[in-house]
């Protein structure tokens, strides 16, 4: 499977998809950053009047709602509509689920566009399925990641999605497989935006493949893979941030074959 992996990021290079981003006020240059340094082509509109011309341009749209409002969660739910009708890749991180009653409320609207993948941590992916009342701590997770799977596999049943849980293992699900990624570095919890940046790979990767779910264990090991290597060089969070970025455009084919830690059940 590793060449398979291996091979979604060079098809991303070649291919350079272009992919729209409705995300948060925090994250945009990080975001359009990260995928600058993978070879995708990055788009930030938000702007009611143009958000279905932008989905029809690109070939896939990330959808995240950190810094959540009134108009831009119209915007969000009109690109969402167009995705949705026109067959076109999407991806939903839903910063926050569970925090209060309006984000539920528009994430409640936006999975009826049955996004191609969710990707969020434990804690969120609990509080969209409605599992339990596990309490969502803003961004950061107050739930394992395991403890998410059978909420995972409701939101499977329900949209028909591939969901991604993050964590200190990353766990990929769809309605037949299990996907477990054991990459990453403590470290990278302490860069802001850095889960915003795996669903805007995610939503890459995802572009230019039909197996959604092998593309997201691809993008999800690469980004897992280059904070280990960048937190080697890195003296704390803000220089790990930059050394992400060089190593997601500079990372080699041995350095991602010795250090992938992925495994199926």
Known sequence: MENNLWNYIQSVKKQSPLIHNMTNFVVMNNTANALLAIGASPIMAHAK????????????????????DEYWSESMLIAAE?????KKTWVLDPVGAGATAFRDEILEQLLEFKPTVIRGNASEIIAL???????????????????????????????????????????????????????????????????????????????ISENKTESTVAAMSLLGIVGELAEKISQGPGSLQVNILDKLYNISEQEFFDNVKVSKK
Do not use: R, W
């Open 49 to 68: 009047s143009e958000v279905k011309d932008m989905v029809a341009i690109s070939n896939a749209l990330v959808i995240n709602i950190g810094t959540l």
């Open 82 to 86: 167009e995705a949705h009708h026109s």
């Open 129 to 207: 399925a409605k599992a339990n009342k596990t309490i969502t701590k803003g961004v950061d997770s107050t739930a394992e990641s395991n403890e998410a799977i059978t909420a995972a596999k409701y939101l499977i049943q329900q949209y028909e999605s591939v969901v991604c849980i993050s964590g200190a293992t990353d766990i990929i699900i769809d309605n037949k497989d299990t996907y477990f990624v054991e990459n990453g570095h403590p470290l990278m919890t302490k860069v802001t935006g850095l889960g915003c940046s795996a669903s805007a790979i995610v939503g890459a990767f995802a572009a």
